[in-house]
């Protein structure tokens, strides 16, 4: 009896280390993937939801957010974003204030993204190929938001994480880099008033974009 409980539970054992390991290979196939495969996954997943939206007419700036709170903020580096924004004005700041950073600048990057996909009525987002640079760390994708009307183009920015592989970390939109847009606006910002109160100032704009 004691025989059969020890093979049952070695059996237990292998059982769940086999399952341990299958796990880890699906996530680092995911990981890894073609960085063009993986954006693409993530805006079909983004479109359906907003068709679905749309068509029952539940399609709001909030719920817009929402979905891409689902769906894009996970596939974002939102520390990498923030601590590139905040340039040599991170040596002097406390762990704290980089955290508060983080959390008020993904809203930003949530508001940014809305903005370029408002722009998508009953049209299609196109996702181009990736261009991966040499060293394999960096990498662009371009992505089209077609409708009627016009065209709308953007660049998507990832680079390459030994824990999370690609990872988006920028966007252009009509040439215009959002990080280095934010880049300008905090240095120009904290040189003025200061980590704090800059930091202040992102809480009141962003409180105003959570509530369109």
């Known amino acids: 009896m004691k025989n ?21 290979a699906l996530v680092m196939a995911e990981n890894n993937t073609d960085p063009s495969v993986k954006i693409s996954r993530v805006f079909s997943e983004i479109e359906n939801e907003v068709n679905q939206l749309k ?9 817009l957010k929402n979905v891409l709170n689902k769906y894009l903020l996970p596939e974002i580096n939102s520390r990498y974003f923030a ?14 204030i980089k955290l508060a950073y983080v959390q008020e600048l993904q809203v930003q990057l949530i508001n940014n993204y809305a903005n370029l996909l408002s ?16 060293s394999g760390k ?9 409708n009627n009307a016009q065209t ?10 030994a824990e999370q ?22 240095d120009s910002s904290i040189t003025r008033i200061g980590a ?12 105003k974009l959570l509530s369109k």
Do not use: C, P, R, Y
Request: proline share 0%.
């Open 4 to 24: 059969n409980s020890n093979s049952m539970l070695n059996s237990a054992i292998l059982i769940f280390i086999l399952l341990s390991v299958l796990i880890s």
């Open 55 to 63: 068509n029952n007419n539940k399609l709001t700036g909030i719920e």
């Open 83 to 96: 601590m590139k924004s905040l340039g040599k004005h991170i040596t002097t700041m406390s762990e704290e």
């Open 119 to 134: 722009k998508h009525n009953e049209g299609k987002i196109i996702i181009g190929a990736a261009t991966i640079s040499e």
């Open 138 to 146: 960096s990498a662009l994708v371009n992505i089209k938001i077609e």
């Open 152 to 161: 709308n183009t953007a660049v998507i920015k990832l680079i390459n994480t």
């Open 165 to 186: 592989g690609w990872q988006i970390f920028d966007i252009v939109v009509q040439g215009i880099s959002l990080l280095q847009t934010k880049q300008a606006e905090l």
């Open 196 to 207: 704090n109160a800059t930091l202040e100032k992102l809480k009141i704009i962003n409180e």
